[in-house]
Structures are given as structure tokens and as C-alpha cells.
């Protein structure tokens, strides 16, 4: 992609930033009145792009009603929370969750410059999800909040090795900034292929597999993996014989292959119900299941309720 357009690109989106409505409404978080920043694009935008450039001010604590994913194009930034300073460096992604505190501090370059993607959670949960289902991180990551407001998780690493997500945002850069009335359908697919991409780094990133024992990194596996994984793919991964796996397995956690699948599908379930307004049959094709009946009558036998009777 000629640099050149990218440059053109951000120039406007930094232009274009001092028009958004970046209006706030409170909402009290434990006896604390809590300023929210409301979505800042168009009505019919689910996402949209922001690119913010040096600033010498300190902005007030504040929370977003939406999730973020903020790209340092270039220089540092430093944001400081309730608990912590975070330092977001040239190349680093820093995402939050909605109702995530926060507040920028001023700019250590004045040449800095952040992009933000912007996505409103009904988004994530009906047509997003279903793409990163098979990273259990990024799912609780992206769920969590619809169960918990203020649940407060955030997301930080670099992209510097990350070619396919740093050409992926600058594609998006460069679609918004010269949108038409097809970009908010094309940012959907872009913005599905960014999160599986992040989902991927985050979920290495979690992992830690010398704290982890054999079985709990099978566990872990499997759950990751709960829509298609085999046995014989578990052994294969971890290198040891089928057989083996399911003594282990039986040994240290007292359940076989077979019952781990099924806890972690059912746990998935749960979540993928109570938390998105995905259809039943959607849920089932996620989960692996050939068909709705054999997801319905496993999660009766399960739960010893239909789908539809547990989420009343």
C-alpha cells in the first residue's frame, strides 16, 4: 500500500477528530459518579477511527461505552488508571474493555501519534464473537463486560512482529478516512480479521506453560479448541499417546476426554447465551455440534434445562 495514502489518511482522521461529538453522561460505580464518554460517530456507524495527536494536557478519569483498540502509530503514550500507569509505546495495541477507567496524560512526543478503533459492543457480541470463539482469552476478554460493566480488563502488547495486524489497522486507517457507503461493511471483515489476529497474540501471550502443568495445559487446549479438537489431536499436540492422555486425564481430573469436551462446550455455551444474541443454532454450529438437537439435548442432559428455559 503506497505510504503516501496512509499519511493522507491520518492527516484527515487527525482533522476530522475535533468534529466528533465527544460528549459525556454519569453513571454512579460504587457511591462514585463516573464520567462516560457516549459513541462519538454517526448513528449507523458500528465502527469508526480516530487518530489523536500530541496533546501537553492531562485529561480527567473518564470510562467509554464501547471498546477501544488504540494503535501508537508513532511516538509515546501514557495512560493512567485507577491502579496503574500504562506506557504505550510506537507499535504497541493497548484495548480496553467498555467502562474501562482511564485517563491520557501528556504526550511524551510532540510528533505522537495514536490511532484509535472504536467498536460498539452490540457488534462484538451479534457478528464478531463467532470469528474468535476458539480463543477462550479473547472471548472472555470481549464477554465479560456484558456480565460485569465494570469487569475493568485491558489488552497490551507490541506489533513491531505483527506484520498482518499493523497492515490490517493501516488498511482500516485508510477505508475510513475515505469512507464511502460500502466502508462500514468492509470494516466489519477487516475489524474480524484484526481481533482473530489479536486473539492469537493474546492468547500466547496467556499462555505460561512452565506454571502449568501437563493436564492443565490439556484442559486449557481443549477449551480453546472445544469446537473441533479430537483426542487424537490433544496427543498429537502434547506428544504423548492417546492412550495416555486419557489415563492422565483421569488420574488428575477424575473425568475422560469425553467429559472435559463436553464441560468445556457447556461452559462455552453459557457464555455465548447469556452473554451475546447469537440464535441457539448459531451457538450449536460454534460449539461443534452437527445439528441443534444434538446441542439441545446435550445441554438439557447438562444443565437439566433447555437452552432456551435457562436463559428464561
Known amino acids: 500500500m503506497p505510504q503516501n495514502d496512509l499519511i493522507k489518511a491520518l492527516d484527515k482522521l487527525k482533522q476530522d477528530f475535533f468534529e466528533k461529538n465527544w460528549g459525556t453522561y454519569e453513571i454512579e460505580h460504587e457511591g462514585v459518579e463516573n464520567q462516560i464518554h457516549g459513541w ?12 489523536y495527536q500530541y496533546s501537553a494536557r492531562s485529561h ?19 495512560y493512567s488508571t485507577e491502579k496503574n500507569t500504562i506506557v504505550v509505546s510506537e507499535n504497541d495495541i493497548y484495548a480496553g474493555q467498555p467502562f474501562v477507567s482511564h485517563r491520557h496524560l501528556p504526550e511524551k512526543s510532540e510528533d505522537g501519534v495514536l490511532v484509535c478503533i472504536f467498536i460498539r459492543p452490540e457488534l462484538v457480541y451479534k457478528t464478531l464473537l463467532p470469528y474468535i470463539n476458539t480463543s477462550e482469552s479473547m472471548t472472555n476478554f470481549l464477554i465479560r463486560p456484558s456480565a460485569d460493566r465494570f469487569s475493568e480488563e485491558s489488552i497490551h502488547f507490541n506489533l513491531k512482529n505483527d506484520y498482518n495486524i499493523r497492515k490490517l489497522i493501516e488498511l482500516m486507517i485508510i477505508e475510513y478516512a475515505n469512507s464511502t457507503e460500502n466502508t462500514q461493511s468492509i470494516l466489519r471483515s477487516l475489524t474480524s ?23 492443565s495445559q490439556i484442559i486449557k487446549y481443549i477449551g480453546e479448541n472445544d469446537a473441533t479438537v479430537t483426542l487424537q489431536e490433544v496427543a498429537t499436540k502434547f506428544s504423548y499417546h492417546p492412550n495416555y492422555i486419557s489415563a492422565l486425564l483421569k488420574k488428575e481430573m477424575g473425568k475422560s476426554f469425553s467429559q472435559v469436551l463436553l464441560e468445556k462446550r457447556m461452559e462455552h455455551a453459557l457464555v455465548l447465551l447469556q452473554g451475546t444474541n447469537l440464535r441457539v443454532d448459531s451457538i450449536s454450529q460454534i460449539l461443534g455440534y ?7 439435548k446435550a445441554f438439557k442432559s447438562y444443565y437439566g434445562k433447555t437452552p432456551r428455559e435457562y436463559i428464561g
Open 40 to 51: 462519538p460517530g454517526q448513528p449507523s456507524e458500528d465502527i469508526m477511527i480516530v487518530a
Open 60 to 78: 480527567i478519569l473518564h470510562r467509554h461505552d464501547y471498546f477501544y483498540f488504540n494503535y501508537c502509530y508513532k511516538g509515546v503514550h501514557e
Open 193 to 215: 480479521a484484526m481481533i482473530m489476529q489479536v486473539a492469537r497474540k493474546y492468547s500466547h501471550q496467556q499462555d505460561k506453560p512452565q506454571t502449568l502443568n501437563l493436564s
Open 290 to 296: 452437527s445439528s441443534p438437537s444434538n446441542f439441545h
